[in-house]
């Protein structure tokens, strides 16, 4: 049986605008398989984004989608999860959007454990501007902003996340689209702010200025530095380097920030609570 | 509920007259003199079934306002000086997303951290002209307790009646003067809510001008109605276009959603201007000292008369133009080093002799600056 991707897509905005081969597509995928397990409606879904080739993503589903500015994706979604708690609201970003521009609304969102399924496309370098360095490019890459190798060190987008106090953090990369949609499914379901960093190719930029310029070649360099979360529990920290954690890398129960809300309106209402 | 006349500041009355209007959602971040707004706004909302948020900063303040009218919900964010700078990029966003919402500026001295505590009418440029881009403002500035309750529900009754962010420009005099406020019967007040989609959804684009230059707007997760928002130039459906006459065709279109309703929009005051020699153009506390000045004037028997625009932007041209026809000399003072006299010379040119008071001390333009000013072009 196929899988019913059109009855989510709006099928007219096709073909996509992405390069060929770009993990984003790989990602949207994910993405609707999670919601079709869930059995989401439609209507019942808001899908927001910032600035970069990862924000063109809600232009393609058929939910109530915000393309909105760079960086700042994640405090659109706050106010509309805030006033309607009862929906589910996804935000897609990038390393960039996410962690330079928008680090600061990323950390506090993390930190209200606020229902957000955050999706960061983290391809490692600003797609959409040229290929310059983002906070998650390894030391040494080059990017047109880093022409002699990049020396800023890089943030670990998974435990700035479960340091912040985001209740499901889980990293996998687009070479796993099906164990990726799986994540999702378990992360959607979480009542709490969700973070999942994908780990994806961008070709065009990073792989070209890094002689990994074909998708299949670069997403198999990006695969081999995948150690799963099993696996990495067995070995030294020494052993790790240069290589990064994949799967659910931390999940726990705290207390939603719609849900303590919603306690404080009963109260001032004079129902329930003291 | 009886409290119909309270003893409130000016900041206080803001949130009042919010929830009054029907909005049910603030998010903003403090900063000195417009933190009141949100005190109250944090202890008035949850009784109402309303959300308060303090965000992590006025950039996301903004961007949580966005988000939550969108969803359907009246909403407002209040901010001072460096937060006004900071809300300008996500301030353009509603304007070209075309989604209501009210931002409150209760303005202090500047550049930069400037005079927290100082009362200022230093933002009254940036308040139109503040976000990149060709875009429409429409921009609020009431003088005393009464009015600021007034002209926050008309700032909500314009935002939702033309799809637009308004801009309500208090300052630390007229958000902070306590008094005695008389509340208008809630029951009477007019309160304005966005249109709403006739069409099925199938038929529905959020910027169709077939039913005028103001599109109806359905709300984030009303069944069937899914459409899409974005910050880039859009075509009717909401998707991002290059095709430059719908471009052109649609700029303009925001811009003329306002121009082509000024009457509605602009609201003025005029006091003895009909025998005046000389006409004093004031708004915001301001006004309140050339009021004060005018009556000294007068009762020294100069024919002195007040214009005072409580619509800032688009500001009343119509009216000033008239004032301009009468006088000899129109005297312009305010808490900057001349900005709003540009916009009135802009309009009078050579009809009447022009003077400003521009103060930026941090004390207060008093009456009898304002007065020393109508002797000397008396003499
Ligand atoms: C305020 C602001 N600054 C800069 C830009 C320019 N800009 C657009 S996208 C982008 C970077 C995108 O990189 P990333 O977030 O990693 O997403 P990608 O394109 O790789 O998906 C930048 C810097 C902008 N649109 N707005």
């Known amino acids: 049986m196929t899988f019913p991707y059109e009855d989510y897509l709006r099928n007219e905005k096709l073909p996509l605008l992405w390069c060929p081969g770009c993990g984003d597509g790989i990602v949207l995928k994910a993405i609707i398989r999670a919601i079709h397990k869930l059995g989401w409606k439609k209507d019942d879904i808001a899908m927001v984004s910032g600035i970069g080739c990862s924000g063109r993503t809600p232009g393609y589903v058929d939910f109530n989608t915000l393309h909105t500015t760079h960086g700042r994706p994640v405090s659109f979604a706050t106010g509309i999860k805030m006033v309607r708690p009862d929906k589910h609201v996804i935000v897609v ?52 902003t880093t022409p002699m190798g990049n020396i800023d060190p890089a943030f670990d987008i998974g435990q700035l996340a479960i340091a912040a106090g985001a209740t499901f953090v889980g990293r996998q990369t687009v070479a796993k689209g099906l164990m990726l949609s799986k994540m999702m499914e378990e992360g959607f379901a979480h009542n709490g702010m969700t973070v999942i960093d994908v780990i994806a190719n961008c070709h065009t930029q990073y792989g070209r200025r890094n002689k990994l310029g074909d998708p299949i070649k670069l997403i198999k360099f990006l695969q081999d530095k995948a150690v799963p979360l099993r696996k990495a529990e067995k ?40 | 509920m009886s409290r119909k006349v309270r003893l409130l500041s000016g900041n206080e009355v803001v949130a009042e007259a919010a929830i009054a209007a029907g909005c049910r959602f603030y998010a903003g971040y403090p900063i000195t003199p417009s933190s009141e707004v949100a005190a109250v706004m944090a202890k008035e909302l949850p009784g109402v079934g309303g959300r308060f948020i303090q965000m992590e900063d006025e950039i996301a303040s903004m961007g949580a306002i966005i988000g939550a009218s969108l969803a359907g919900v009246k909403s407002i964010t209040a901010t001072s000086g460096p937060g006004f700078s900071l809300k300008q990029e996500h301030i353009g966003f509603a304007c070209i997303t075309e989604i209501p919402c009210v931002i409150v500026n209760v303005m202090r001295g500047g550049p930069s951290t400037g005079l927290p505590t100082a009362p200022s009418q230093s933002d009254v440029m940036q308040a139109m002209w503040g976000t990149h881009g060709d875009h429409p403002v429409i921009a609020l500035c009431p003088s005393y307790l009464r009015e600021i309750f007034t002209e926050t529900v008309r700032s909500f009754n314009l935002s939702e009646k033309y799809r637009t962010p308004v801009i309500l420009l208090l300052d630390e005099i007229t958000g902070h003067m306590n008094g005695r406020v008389e509340f208008p019967d809630i029951e009477e007040l007019e309160i304005i809510d966005r249109k709403k989609p006739t069409v099925p959804p199938d038929q529905y684009y959020p910027y169709d001008t077939s039913f005028g230059d103001v599109p109806p707007l359905a709300n984030f997760f ?42 509605d929009i602009i609201k003025y005051e005029e006091m003895n201007l009909d025998d005046a020699d000389i006409a004093l153009v004031a708004y915001g506390s301001t006004a309140r000292s050339a009021r004060a000045a005018m009556d000294e004037a007068r009762a020294k028997g100069i024919k002195v008369g007040l214009f005072r625009p409580i619509t800032l932007w688009p500001f009343p041209e119509k009216g000033l133009l008239k004032v301009a026809e009468k006088v000899h000399t129109i005297i312009v003072p305010e808490m900057n080093l001349g900005q709003m006299i540009l916009e009135v010379e802009r309009i009078v040119k050579e009809r009447a002799i022009l003077k400003g008071i521009h103060q930026v001390d941090s004390r207060p333009i008093s009456p009898e600056r304002i007065l020393k000013k109508i002797e000397e072009v008396t003499k």
Do not use: W
Request: with cysteine; glycine share 12%; proline share 4%.
């Open chain 1, 93 to 144: 970003s990038g390393d960039g959007d996410a962690t330079a521009i928008g680090g600061n609304h990323f950390i506090h969102a993390c930190r209200r454990n606020i229902d957000i399924n955050l999706i960061v496309i983290n391809n490692s370098i600003y797609g959409m501007t040229g290929g310059q360095f983002s906070p998650t490019t390894p030391i040494g890459i080059n990017t047109s």
């Open chain 1, 235 to 274: 070995m030294k920290p020494g052993e790790l380097e240069g290589k990064f954690v994949t799967g659910v890398l931390h999940k726990v129960e705290r207390e939603e920030y719609t849900d303590a809300y919603e306690r404080l309106i009963k109260e001032a209402k004079g129902q329930g609570g003291k």
């Open chain 2, 222 to 263: 009303d069944e069937g109605y899914r459409y899409h928002v974005t910050g880039l130039n859009h075509d009717k459906t909401g998707f991002p276009t290059i095709n430059p006459e719908l471009i052109q065709a649609d700029e303009e279109r925001m811009l003329r959603k306002i121009s082509d309703n000024l009457d």
